[in-house]
């Protein structure tokens, strides 16, 4: 079967650093996501691994291990309006060349002055 | 450029009744895919379309639902006789084909009274 965990909730203060991980279980893993979403509004697409590694972009950074089923989202220079849930979101590829997004149920930031 | 375009934003409507939500991806995107997104919790597949082939239905939850889309614009999720457990918010994503990144929608938010 295919399973996203990742923790439900963190806080962390404002300036500081944070890591949000993300571990799966899924079959024909071709890529992994990760989205920030504000209450009431849509996913934004944040980064994208699908090699072994970190990826940095600015303030974010992903990082991706096959081997372990495990990726962390790294924000740096915290901000308030970093304040939104984030999704972990794996694509699994499939007979007849499909490929679809399995969401994590998320994980709610909180950031504080 | 337009982004994903989704209406109505907010629907109410009575138990047993049919609802209709319609999509209008991003121009040249050939992939199209519905999730819902109940209160707290993380994006569920429902389906996914990709130019002419035969759309992956995989995660619709019931015979109750139905996807249609024309070529490779506009689509319809819809949901018959509908049931309080479908309130949640239903959100479209398109993209282009060969590229990873999902662009969402507002999403269109249901309640079944």
């Known amino acids: 079967g295919q399973n996203i965990d990742q923790p439900t909730e963190m806080t962390a203060t404002e300036g500081a650093i944070v890591q949000i991980n993300c571990t799966y279980q899924t079959s024909g893993f071709n890529g992994l996501f990760w989205y920030q979403q504000h209450a009431g509004e849509a996913p934004t697409f944040l980064s994208y691994n699908v090699l072994d590694g970190l990826e940095e972009k600015g303030r974010f950074s992903s990082f991706l291990s096959r081997s372990k089923g495990y990726s962390y989202l790294l924000l740096k220079e915290l901000q308030m309006k970093d304040s939104a849930s984030y999704l972990c979101a794996v694509r699994s590829s499939f007979s007849g060349g499909y490929n679809k997004l399995i969401f994590g149920a998320g994980t709610r930031l909180a950031v504080h002055p | 450029g337009a982004g994903v375009s989704q209406s109505p934003s907010n629907k109410v409507t009575e138990k047993g009744k049919d609802v209709e939500l319609r999509c209008d991806p991003i121009s040249g995107h050939t992939a199209l895919y519905w999730y819902r997104q109940r209160l707290g919790q993380g994006l569920e597949f429902l389906i996914y379309?990709?130019?002419?082939?035969?759309?992956?239905k995989s995660g619709l939850p019931s015979d109750r639902f139905s996807a249609e889309r024309t070529g490779e614009s506009v689509s319809t999720l819809t949901i018959q006789r509908t049931q309080q457990e479908d309130s949640a918010v239903y959100l479209c994503?398109?993209?282009?084909?060969?590229?990873?990144?999902?662009?969402f929608g507002p999403g269109t938010r249901l309640l079944v009274l």
């Open positions: 994503a398109s993209s282009r084909s060969g590229e990873e990144t999902q662009y």
């Open positions: 379309f990709q130019g002419n082939s035969a759309p992956d």
